[in-house]
Nanobody, 126 residues
């Protein structure tokens, strides 16, 4: 069983930055895809960013493109999300997710992923 633990959330002013980290335990292959999702109160969980674990392909939702950057370190089983120029609408619980399948056909879909972290709260004041 793969376990994912997020950290790095907190309170930040609009325009500020936060760096989220996801630490993975268990056996992850180099072919898995890892993603970040977020969920605000009363809203559905939505895609934020994803990365092929051993590749260079990254994916972002339009509203964070140019502001957020997803990276990973295969040797440490970690994936990070650097969030810059934060906006109030970025406020949500952020979740790390991993796909156990070697082929992720829909990395932007929450239904693609099999393992989820507990979430970390990001609050952007305005």
């Amino acid at each position: 069983q793969v376990q994912l633990i997020e950290s790095g959330g907190g309170l930040v002013q609009a325009g500020g930055s936060l760096r989220l980290s996801c630490a993975a335990s268990g056996r992850l292959s180099t072919s898995v895809t890892t993603g970040w999702f977020r969920q605000a109160p009363g809203k559905e969980r939505e895609f934020v960013a994803a990365i092929r674990w051993s590749g260079s392909s990254t994916y972002y939702r339009d509203s964070v493109t140019g502001r957020f950057t997803i990276t990973r370190d295969n040797s440490k089983n970690t994936v990070n999300l650097q969030m810059n120029s934060l906006k109030h609408e970025d406020t949500a619980v952020y979740y790390c997710a991993a796909d156990k399948d070697p082929i992720a056909t829909t990395p932007r879909s929450k239904f693609e992923y099999d393992y989820w972290g507990q979430g970390t709260q990001v609050t952007v004041s305005s």
